[in-house]
């Protein structure tokens, strides 16, 4: 498999092409490297469909976020430091908008690489007649995968027209910095890289810059673990000033970050850690057979072949895949609360959205998910089965970083870390809406139409049961919002939103925000391993500001559970910033943000009503009966 | 005695000093270290800890150039990293174990290296000047060898049982301020408080003595036992003068040494004799010159070398005698804040020891400090033994600044001051509280080091206050306001945040004039 030409595949492309090989696969079963390419082709085709069918849509949707950028560039700006340096903030900026063209790759050439590597190393459990989907998606399929060199060339092209656009959205597609290297001042100025290698030191990814001209230095960084492991120690953190190079050792793989956010060693090893999971979801572990039988294997090789062009694909996909999930690590406390959030609905209307995946879920569905961009709906597992909060937001940043799986109905190989690292599962993901999606799991390979038909019982309750509308409700107007935080149990009387964007004076508090100086907070039960924060809302209003409350939140988060100390019950800290209040119970974690001069005994009052609050509308922000031990 | 080798990568502390202008040519790289402690570790051992620190440092500057490689934490080492001159580093390496006493603050491991460095300018001047005026490096090493050994032996773990297996392990001996440690803080000097009356005293005292050095400029640090009463020298030198004081020369250090002698009667300082026995093995190119002493080397760190004399001036033969009168010569020491030499003058009353500074250009040589001596006994003793008494009639013992209900520790940044409760008290805390405000203190010295880095211009703008109700229901606090820092544990309180917020305001308004306190 790893030496398959683009052309063995190609021969199986086009729209005849794949109703044809369709047809072969069904004549000769056995013939298991044939189905395997029209696997490939048919994942390629479900990407490139959404090329061609959304080429138009997408290319509005990137010129209007340009002109949104431009428009906004003092906010932009505002988060770079000089020469660019700051380059998150940039990303979060784009974070629901940035799922144009470059994620159709992504979705490419990670089917492709699943299929690359499934060929190696999974290929048994891939039934001639696994890729049902192709059949129906075969009419659509492009001649992408036919002419690899020319999607490299389309690659190169988007690249150059974003070059054209620089700075600002250069980031829309392909990598930053793709140009630069170790040497380049622009590249030493980011302010969190990220590499992955192979132990022998060949890249595999960098956030920034060119693998290939960065092997030199993922040689150095290899260098360093070697060195220190000869010793017969193992290096975990290299602190220099504001930066940080933090280490993490996935035999065969290691994974670096060099940082100067001021996060922690344990924040950033935590990333590190989700962003190895991600690689998992794509290649299942599976990957370390490889290196077991070749310890000098390539793995850029393995992904991408000798073709050049695939590789850089890989480039792309790297950099979005990432670019996204760094988008998570810094926006998402899912990354460090090991928790997931469910969006406010209605229980009657969850309810009904849980009968109906539980109606599914009995008929060869492992999990089956319903969910809202990242937050969850609904979701129910078969027996026994637990879905890890972790492969929650794996498999959510998976599937909403690529665009592809928005376009139409997808059927595509997924690793649940957590739950088997080791073997893929499948996953069956469908659009009702633009934020809106299913998700259904299973462990059969030919589930494909099975899931179709349990997808159209499923939309057809949800339309009936008005869930989707409600989402849609949720979604504008349905989280929790700090100025609606009720009086007490005194006084039930909500204020009005509209009339109390200024904290209630009779708290003894004047200052912009809710009750107390209150301006956000999150709440954790734990048993649900559930979160559910606040809205944002004034002073927290640039996604800076929002950037910075969740990392106070994750600071505070792992002093509380340090590894030698904790875990702590209370915490209490005021600096220019805020005031954090910390709360940690058996049952639930409460973080809560405050102005900086709020004082301690209202804080700590209003602290009390959050949890009572919560405790209140538990039906409508959590999901109930969804712990791994109630089924 | 024989030797047996330490296992290299079992060892528990390594320290070395290299210059990274020398050595430059490949083979030539044993040329860079300047000290390697344990100096029995294998010249390969030396060379990749060297290897690995300047790699580091070269690497780490392609992010950070202004501030390369500070720490290294591995699974199980921490080495610290300290540039103390341009291109001259201390690196030291401990051992971290969750499970014993070996979790450090990094911060305070290198205010050790710090402490080391000052102490060492303070008496030969900078490294790098020794290395300047003798280039193969025999001059620098030997100074810093004899200098580092002498300094490290104030960490010697001692049971009567290890005086006999010295060689061994010596480096196991060695005790570095870890988590117990997490209410002092190294780099500051201790104050006496005082009432306003002897206030008074001490400073009509401090102008008689300095009339006594006639016009010149001359700087005066006067102790009651291991406290500082009253210092007119910059806060970094005060720090400096107060722990070689507090080291050799206030009373508790003259007994300590005494007793120290009698138990090492005839022998050698044991780590130097240790060294020497394995000299070949450290730095063999310059071995002999370590060995045979050809260079004059001065140890104002070696133990029981000061005494009391008969006047009540303290003497040592560490700077040794004068040619002409054979009598001992004056310690000499450099100043940070001028950059100046000085002659250091210790007198002592019982409890309270007098240190006078006194430019060397300004006076004629020994018999200019003789004339001094004079003056001072003839028209200041009587003042400083009233003074004493005054003192110590006053003094609360070493339980002094205990408050019962608080272990806490008061640190001024600015001034480099700082109070504590004492060592005995603080060890009736739980190994869990101390080991969580290690954490904790860990935690503000990265805030500390963020502001640092964010160009804020000190620490006042980083007003920061911490309570942590920890794991065994302790309160853990950190206070930073106006350079101030205040840490505290309070076990045994109660549970409400507005218990733990009060305790400090009272303390605040009760010791530290209302510093801490929120209104």
Known sequence: MLGRSPSTSGSLNGDDQGCDAEMDRERNPDRIDLSLDAIENQLASISMSSRSNGEKVEQLEQQLLIEQLIAGKASVDEEFDVERENCNPEEEDVDSDCNTEPSDMIKESSSSIKNNFDVDEVEPRWSPSSSGYAGERGSTSGGDEINEDEEGRSEIHEVAKDDAYRPHEQWLSGKRGGDEDDASISWRKRKKHFFIFSHSGKPVYSRYGDEHKLAGFSATLQAIISFVENKGDRVKLIKAGKHQIVFLVKEPLHLVCISCTGEKFEALKGQLELLYSQMIVILTKSVNRCFEKNPKFDMTSLLGGTDVVFSSLIHSFSWYFLGCSILFIVMNPATFLHAYSCIRIPIAVRQAASAVLLDVAGSGVLFALLMCKDKVISLVGAQKASLHPDDILLLANFITSSESFRTSESFSPICLPKYNPMAFLYAYVHYFDIDTYLILLTTRSDDFYHLKDSRIQIENVLLKSNVLSEVQKSLVDGGLHIEDLPNGPSSQIRPSRSTNSVGSTAEGFAGIGGPAGLWHFMYKSIYLEQYVSSEFSPPINSLKQQKRLFRAYQNLYITMHDREAGPHKTHFRRDNSYVLLCWVTQDFELYAAFDPLADKAPAIKVCNRICQWVKDVENEVFLQGASPFSW | ?519
């Open chain 2, 1 to 519: 005695m024989g030797f047996t080798p330490i296992n290299d990568a079992g060892e528990p502390v390594n320290f070395c000093v290299f210059d990274l202008r020398r050595g430059q040519t490949e083979g030539q790289e044993l040329d860079k270290i300047l000290f390697f402690y344990p100096n029995d570790v294998s010249l390969s051992t030396q060379l990749s800890v060297i290897g690995l620190s300047e790699g580091l440092i070269t690497f780490t500057r392609i992010f950070s150039p202004n501030a390369p490689c500070e720490v290294i934490e591995a699974e199980m080492h921490s080495h610290v990293f300290y540039e103390a001159e341009p291109d001259v580093w201390m690196v030291l390496i401990v051992e971290k174990h969750d499970d014993s006493d070996k979790i450090w603050r990094m911060d305070s491991l290198r205010e050790v290296l710090k402490e080391v460095h000052s102490l060492f300018v303070m008496f030969n001047g900078s490294i790098r000047a020794l290395v300047d005026k003798e280039p193969t490096g025999g001059l620098v090493r030997t100074h810093l060898y004899y200098f580092m050994m002498d300094f490290l032996s104030a960490f010697e773990k001692r049971s009567t049982l290890e005086y006999c297996c010295w060689d061994f392990s010596a480096g196991k001996k060695l005790q570095l301020p870890n988590f117990s440690d997490s209410l002092k803080e190294r780099g500051t000097f201790q104050m006496l408080a005082m009432g306003r009356e002897s206030a008074l005293e001490v400073e009509s005292l401090v102008k008689v003595i300095e009339s006594c050095a006639g016009y010149t400029k001359c700087f005066t640090m006067v102790l009651f036992q291991d406290l500082v009463v009253s210092t007119n020298l910059s806060p970094v030198d005060s720090v400096s003068l107060f722990v070689y004081a507090v080291l050799r020369l206030t009373p508790h250090a003259l007994s300590a040494a005494s007793s120290w002698s009698y138990s090492h009667k005839g022998s050698a300082e044991p780590l130097i004799e240790n060294s020497d026995a394995h000299g070949q093995s450290f730095n063999s190119h310059d071995a002999s010159s370590l060995r045979n002493g050809s260079y004059s080397v001065l140890r104002p760190l070696q133990r029981g070398k000061w005494f009391k004399g008969e006047d009540g001036f303290l003497l040592t033969d560490i700077w040794g005698l004068d040619v002409n009168s054979s009598a001992l010569k004056s310690p000499v020491m450099w100043l940070n804040q001028t950059e100046e030499k000085m002659y250091m003058l210790a007198y002592q009353h019982r409890g309270l020891t007098a240190i006078v500074l006194i430019p060397v250009s300004y006076v004629m040589g020994e018999q200019g400090i003789a004339k001094v001596k004079q003056q001072i006994l003839e028209t200041a003793s009587v003042k400083i033994s009233k003074v004493e008494e005054k003192l110590s009639r006053a003094w609360g013992g070493e339980n002094a600044y205990h408050v019962s209900g608080y272990r806490y520790l008061l640190v001024d940044g600015d001034t480099c001051v700082s109070r504590a409760t004492p060592p005995g008290k603080v060890t009736t805390l739980t190994k869990e509280s101390l080991v969580a405000m290690n954490k904790l203190r860990e935690e503000v010295d990265v805030e500390k080091c963020g502001a640092k880095w964010n160009n804020k211009s000190s620490l006042c703008e980083n007003d920061l206050e911490i309570c942590l109700r920890a794991r065994n229901n302790a309160w853990l606090i950190a206070r930073l306001t106006g350079g101030k820092e205040l840490y505290m544990v309070v076990e045994k309180a109660n549970e409400t945040l507005l218990y733990a917020s009060e305790a400090v305001e009272k303390f605040s308004e009760r010791y530290c004039d209302g510093a801490f306190s929120l209104n």
